[in-house]
């Protein structure tokens, strides 16, 4: 691939700041420079042991006389390899010229006052001493005298140690270390520079966010598209609660559940959907036969989708698609549910053959079909036959009864792994998404342009340039990929785009309904935001001292601290008009805990990309994440609740904190959920809001609203004395007593008893 980027690179119009070379030189020709040297030199090393093995073999060294006696023609012969050799170092120390780029002497990556003002000059010594020995000795291919050229060799070695440790140690140690800032200070400004390009964090945008605390309920009222996508729903909890209440089938399996926004009823409605797939592994042993597998259970069927912040009955989802075939209450409609390319089909299937394909589940029936599609590649012949046969270890194929010259056989159906098999120069998100488009079911998967080999750019991992180039869709049914451009900008794109040009498409040319679903990638952003933390520093001076570190926050999930997870919401951005769909991530000062800002990516097409970062003023104080959860739990109502819902047989689930932006205010909500032991049914019970100094609890998010702001303070006191009625002892006695008649209505089956003990134990 090195070196078909070579020959169709495309330029970046940027030059580097030491060679003022297009930046596509380090990217695509250096790599191409490199590998061929390597590979000539370690061809001609090869040849020089070959060669000096054959001439032993052959008499032409031998040992005579406490001395190594070599003929003249094997001196001239190994003379002119050596030669080559030398000439092929000398080009290695050229190229280290250029490599200096990617510096880790500096107190930044890239070349430093000590690279530059040393090292150049050491690279340039020592390639042209590696010229000459290696002239010297193609000459003592003639003269077949060695002794001058491995005195050069000796020389040349010597030189190394000098010029590559020694003198650049000196110069750093008298001219850069005790002015160490003004000597690195324009190779820190050259580092920051072309970090932030390298992730494309040139152009974020920072404002000031004041965190203001004089929000009421006529703010909460006039942001009523935000408070209604407050997403109270996790994908944990909410993933475990499909998985009992709609995987129908024990061969049916929820893997993934991801985040979107559809348009319901006029307006923009943030939801969580999950596709219902095939898992084969589940079935009984006595069912996994090599027909069940590979010709009847092939497909899932349907998605789960829900709203973010709706919660019916006893604490479940508000499901708008459910069941088998799909049952939709709010317009959005499936008319093709099937799944045969998804995140759970590694296996290989067979369709249109003689017997009949498993579709769905009704009642006590089972219904089939006949796969209608054009996916798969035909059999049409015994030869192919036995090419699959060969090729899949299975001789089934060759002799099964039910497949026909009108079978089709589908393969590398996982999404990931089909991508990856056109694609592999491609980096993909960890997980693709599911949307319902045009009665349809897509994945979407988001694709990287990555290097490690942008200069001055400090690396994540093993790269230190990223682009959201692409974005592919897969049919569910058809399993067809489709490669659309989204960043024509691209240089990397560009010119993959010329090695394969009938691979990539416009982004104009994707579906608009599918282009509705697209969104800022989770992977990319934690790399940006990882970045970002440390180089929104942009003033040399205070990147130096890192006076300004930023970090990201820890928050408790499941009584368990862990990194604070960005997540998307349907917001108003401040100074915005509508609202959009957004990721977005909360920072604190290093070693901190109370917030000093937020990112925010836009996600929709209009905007898609931007990112923003609103930064609190220095001097005030606004509660971190790990902040709020301590208040949570030195609130005596809300901690005393909580341990007594987590006594034996039930388990508190507290899930994510959500920093919310209204206006110029900050606001914190966190969920609440219950689940018995046995039942492993995750219900929504309490969701905590916490504003300014007041935190409050309540059965749902209107009602702690309403609590906290203006117009609910009457009922604060209200709700307050509600939890101190008993005592604590007489709590925990009446709570045991319900959750034991809940237990026993559980395994009875008699669930309306059951809901009805676990609202009185609420």
Avoid at 403 to 412: A, F, G, L, P, V
Avoid at 575 to 580: I, T
Avoid at 707 to 722: C, D, L, N, T, W
Wanted: hydrophobic share 40%.
């Amino acid at each position: 691939m090195n070196i078909l980027k070579f020959l169709n690179q495309t330029p970046f119009n940027l030059s580097d700041p030491i060679f003022h070379k297009d930046i596509s030189f380090y990217v695509f020709t250096l790599p191409f420079l490199q590998l061929v040297q390597v590979w000539f030199l370690s061809s001609f090393i090869l040849i020089l042991i070959v060669s000096g093995i054959v001439f032993i073999i052959t008499k032409g060294a031998f040992y005579d006389n406490k001395r190594i006696v070599i003929s003249g023609y094997m001196r001239a012969h190994l003379s002119i390899i050596i030669g080559i050799i030398m000439l092929l170092i000398a080009w290695k120390f050229y190229l280290k010229i250029f490599e200096t780029l990617y510096s880790t002497r500096g107190v930044a990556y890239g070349a430093s006052y000590v690279d530059i003002n040393a090292l150049l000059l050491s690279y340039k010594i020592l390639s042209i001493v590696s010229i000459i020995s290696g002239i010297l000795f193609f000459i003592s291919a003639k003269t077949k005298k060695l002794k001058i050229p491995f005195y050069s060799v000796g020389a040349l070695v010597g030189l190394m140690i000098i010029l590559l440790y020694i003198y650049p140690g000196f110069i750093k140690q008298v001219f850069v270390k005790p002015n160490e800032l003004t000597r690195e200070k324009p190779f820190i400004e050259n580092n920051i520079k072309f970090t932030l390009k390298g992730f494309n964090l040139e152009n974020v945008e920072e404002k000031e966010f004041p965190a203001n605390e004089n929000l009421d309920y006529n703010d909460i009222l006039e942001n009523e598209i935000t408070i209604k996508n407050i997403k109270i729903w996790d994908k944990r909890p909410i993933k475990s609660t499909y998985k009992q209440i709609q995987e129908i089938r024990l061969y049916y399996d929820f893997s993934t559940v991801s985040v979107d926004r559809y348009t319901v009823d006029g307006k923009l409605r943030q939801v969580m959907l999950s596709p219902r797939e095939l898992a084969t592994e589940l079935l009984p042993a006595q069912a996994q036969t090599w027909v069940n597998l590979k010709l009847k259970y092939t497909h899932g069927y349907g998605v789960c989708l829900s709203p973010v912040n709706t919660v019916v009955g006893e604490g479940l989802p508000d499901l708008w698609i459910k069941d088998i075939p799909p049952v939709s209450s709010k317009g959005i409609k499936i008319s093709r549910p099937e799944i045969y390319y998804g995140n759970k089909t590694q296996n290989y299937i067979i369709v249109k053959t003689r017997t009949q394909e498993f579709d769905y589940p009704k009642g006590n029936e089972n219904i089939y079909c006949y796969y209608r599609g054009k996916g798969g590649v035909p059999i049409k012949s015994f030869l192919r036959r036995i090419i699959f046969a060969y090729k899949f270890s299975d001789l089934k194929i060759l002799f099964s009864g039910y497949i026909t010259n009108e079978s089709r056989i589908m393969y590398y159906r996982d999404i990931k792994e089909r991508i990856s098999r056109l694609s592999p120069f491609l980096d993909l998100d960890s997980v693709p998404y599911i949307v319902v488009a045009n009665e349809k079911l897509y994945w979407i998967q988001d694709a990287y342009t990555t290097t490690n080999m942008f200069p001055y750019s400090q690396p994540y991992r093993n790269i230190n340039y990223i682009r959201n180039s692409v974005k592919i869709t897969i049919d569910s049914y058809n399993g067809k990929p489709e490669f659309y451009i989204i960043d024509k900008k691209d240089p990397l794109i560009k010119t993959y785009k010329k090695i394969f040009p009938d691979l990539f498409k416009s982004f104009d040319a994707m579906p608009f309904n599918i282009q509705k679903h697209i969104r800022y990638p989770k992977d990319l952003f934690q790399i940006q935001i990882e970045m970002y933390r440390t180089y929104h520093m942009e003033e040399p001076q205070v990147f130096y001292n890192q006076e300004d570190l930023w970090e990201i926050p820890k928050e408790i999930y499941h009584e368990v601290g862990q990194s604070f997870e960005p997540y998307y919401i349907v917001m108003r951005l401040p100074e915005e008009k509508e609202a959009e769909f957004v990721l977005l991530t909360p920072y604190t000062p290093s070693r901190k805990n109370n917030m000093i800002a937020w990112m925010a990516a836009k996600c929709d097409l209009k905007d898609y990309g931007k990112l923003l970062v609103y930064t609190f003023p220095k001097k005030k104080l606004v509660y971190g994440p790990l902040q709020i959860e301590a208040r949570i739990d030195q609130t005596p109502d809300i901690s005393r609740l909580l341990t007594l819902w987590g006594q034996k047989g039930s388990k508190v689930i507290r899930g994510d904190l959500l920093v919310i932006p209204i206006n110029q205010s900050i606001m914190y909500v966190e969920p609440i959920y219950l689940e018995a032991e046995q039942s492993q049914l995750p219900e929504m019970k309490k969701v905590i809001v916490a504003f300014g100094n007041s935190i409050v609890m309540e059965d749902n998010l209107d009602d702690a609203l309403l609590r906290i702001f203006g117009k609910g303070k009457k009922q604060i006191s209200k709700v307050e004395k509600q939890y101190k009625i008993e005592t604590v002892n007489e709590l925990i006695s009446s709570a045991l007593s319900h959750y034991n008649k809940a237990q026993e209505f559980l395994k009875n089956g008699n669930w309306a008893g059951y809901g009805n003990e676990l609202k009185k134990l609420k």
